[in-house]
């Protein structure tokens, strides 16, 4: 199990992340990219409208990851400072 500091790490380095231009314009590129794809591929290739899908599903979760980790560094540092008052 971690502990609150290394949760607040994370957070604050998920974060960091998530908000860093380089990262925020690849996601948006791939994103277009992903469904310009879409919007071209014919109606009969169903194994390449799949492939499009769970890729973007997979950008997805991906990015849901890092932001359940801002989520869980944020408790983590309430807590944290919810137990500094309480001493």
Sequence with gaps: MKSTDQEIKEARDA???????????AFR?????????MRRV??????TQHE???????MDKFRKQFSELVQT???AEIQ??????RH
Excluded at 17 to 23: A, E, H, M
Excluded at 80 to 85: G, L, N, Q
């Design 15 to 25: 974060d960091r992340i998530l908000n860093d231009p380089l990262f925020v314009e």
């Design 29 to 37: 590129t791939l994103e277009e990219r992903l469904f310009e794809n």
């Design 42 to 47: 014919p109606m009969a290739d169903i194994e």
């Design 52 to 58: 499009l899908v769970l890729t973007l599903q997979l």
């Design 73 to 75: 560094g944020k408790l």
């Design 80 to 85: 944290k400072t919810d137990a500094a008052r």
